[in-house]
Every structure is written in structure tokens, then in C-alpha cells.
């Protein structure tokens, strides 16, 4: 059992940066790939970008490629994602999200965390 805990969301203006962290409890945080999804009003929930355990593999969704970054502190229990140049369409609920293997689709993830919000102002 893995429990996940985002935090770092918040209001920003477009063009600004945010780090969100996801803190994991339980047994071998490192032996689970971490992924970053997002959901905005009135739509469904998408990939934002997965890592492996190791850190040495990662992956993003087109919208945030060279704008996001995903990282992994094994040894703190913590996912990060640094959101760098945002826009107002990055407005969403983040979610951090666990899986034993690396994966870009939500329905392959064993768990999620909470959420927390990110409002980015034009």
C-alpha cells in the first residue's frame, strides 16, 4: 500500500513556475514508477508525465515537453514536477499517481493521491 500526498499547488500568473511535490508513505516508494496526471474543469483527467523508479527514464505529455519537469528523491519518499513558462490552459488539478511499471495511461496507475490545484492567470 502506497498513500500519496501532493502539495506546492497554488495561484500563479502565465509565464510563472511552480514545484508541486507528491510525498509517499508505505513500503518501496523506490520500486514504483510516479506519474503526474492533471484535470481541468469540464474535462477528463490526462497525462502529464511518468517516471521510472530509478529516475534514469522519463516521459511527457506533448503540452508540457520542454516546460516540465518530472523528478524522484528516493530517498525523501518524493515526486516532483517543476512547471516552468506556464499558461493559463495548465490550470487543473495535479495528481501524483503510483505503478510498479512505468506507465502514460491513468487506468495502468494503482494509486492516486488527493489532488492539489493549480490556477495559472493570464
Known amino acids: 500500500q502506497v498513500q500519496l500526498v501532493e502539495s506546492g499547488g497554488g495561484l500563479v500568473q502565465a509565464g510563472g513556475s511552480l514545484r508541486l511535490s507528491c510525498a509517499a508513505s508505505g513500503r518501496s516508494f523506490s520500486t514504483y514508477a510516479m506519474g503526474w496526471f492533471r484535470q481541468a474543469p469540464g474535462k477528463e483527467r490526462e497525462f502529464v508525465a511518468a517516471?521510472?523508479?530509478?529516475?534514469?527514464?522519463?516521459h511527457y505529455a506533448d503540452s508540457v515537453k520542454g516546460r516540465f519537469t518530472i523528478s524522484r528523491d528516493n530517498a525523501k519518499n518524493t515526486v516532483y514536477l517543476q512547471m516552468n513558462f506556464l499558461k493559463p490552459e495548465d490550470t487543473a488539478v495535479y495528481y501524483c499517481?503510483?505503478?510498479?511499471?512505468?506507465?502514460?495511461?491513468?487506468?495502468?496507475?494503482?494509486?492516486w493521491g488527493l489532488g492539489t490545484r493549480v490556477t495559472v492567470s493570464s
Open positions: 517516471i521510472n523508479w530509478s529516475g534514469g527514464s522519463t
Open positions: 499517481a503510483a505503478v510498479r511499471r512505468v506507465a502514460t495511461t491513468e487506468y495502468d496507475y494503482d494509486y
